[in-house]
């Protein structure tokens, strides 16, 4: 029995899409996986390192990873007409993305999607890192002008006296007319070919198996679901858990290639092969 080592992030999408495999129904012969939790960041910095054999990743991030890891084609988050929020305090007078050039930004992490996305909109601002649930208290204190928002806190923004200012999946979309990608799974290269091929076509039906049990695979999730009733997080998981989730396809690969090779024109990241496990 080989122990395969998965991390994902603390949040009711991802939950959901290990549902199938979290409560036995999805196994994988000769398989064992054991399941870690980080935040995307964290998240990024361990495959850097190697640590997990199945991970999430921002797509960001991937071409700091691509000598270790594949992208797989299932598990992605994509934004599809929406995605992070760039939000200030509601009695701000910063009314457009505009106003924040030079200024100080809150961001969950430097390699995160989110981050470059902004990246792409904004050419010069200061980010400044931070645990992606301390970003928002970050601009109601003044700490920052304002603070850029992942997961929950894209639903939860106005509860808290912020106000949206820009969404970064609508900008992308309106001029690419492409899905945002933000968050996609990367299995290690270095597993055999038959562990990889069978480690992605558990994961894929771990994810359709959370899709055709919904509402339990939402009971699941909901334990992941910080500060959102039932409602909010059906809403959020689907959302980021959908049709480009069971399969990127030619378009999703298309949205990736583009929101890099836009990154890559810019020179904010190298320039990889972008490749696939497939199954």
Wanted: aromatic residues 8%; hydrophobic residues 45%; charged residues 20%.
């Amino acid at each position: 029995m080989q122990t395969i080592r998965v991390a994902h992030s603390p949040d009711s999408d991802d939950a959901f899409m290990y549902f199938g495999i979290a409560c036995g129904a999805v196994r994988a012969e000769g398989i064992a996986f054991e399941q870690g939790l980080l935040d995307i960041e964290s998240a990024n910095q361990a495959a850097g390192q190697g640590a997990y054999h199945l991970t999430a990743v921002s797509a960001a991030a991937y071409p700091f990873l691509a000598a270790r890891y594949l992208l797989l084609d299932s598990g992605a988050s994509m934004g599809d007409g929406y995605g992070p929020t760039v939000v200030v305090p509601s009695g701000s007078q910063i009314s457009t993305l505009a106003d924040l050039s030079g200024k100080r930004v809150a961001v969950p992490g430097l390699r995160t999607s989110a981050a470059l996305a902004l990246s792409l909109e904004l050419p010069l601002f200061e980010p400044v890192s931070m645990d992606f649930k301390a970003v928002g208290p970050a601009a109601l204190k003044g700490e920052v002008e304002a603070a850029l928002l992942i997961h929950e806190g894209q639903l939860t923004a106005a509860a808290q006296g912020l106000r949206v200012v820009a969404d970064l999946g609508q900008s992308f979309q309106a001029r690419t007319g492409l899905p945002l990608p933000l968050g996609l799974n990367a299995i290690r290269r270095d597993l055999p070919e038959p562990v990889r091929v069978a480690v992605a076509r558990a994961w894929a039906e771990s994810i359709e198996y959370g899709l055709t049990h919904r509402e339990e695979a939402l009971d699941y999730a909901l334990s992941f679901a910080r500060g959102m009733d039932r409602g909010q997080a059906d809403r959020f998981v689907s959302m980021y858990v959908n049709d480009w989730t069971r399969r990127l396809g030619p378009k999703g690969r298309a949205a990736v290639t583009s929101f890099l090779g836009a990154a890559f024109e810019r020179g904010l990241l190298p320039r990889v092969p972008i490749q696939y496990q497939e199954r």
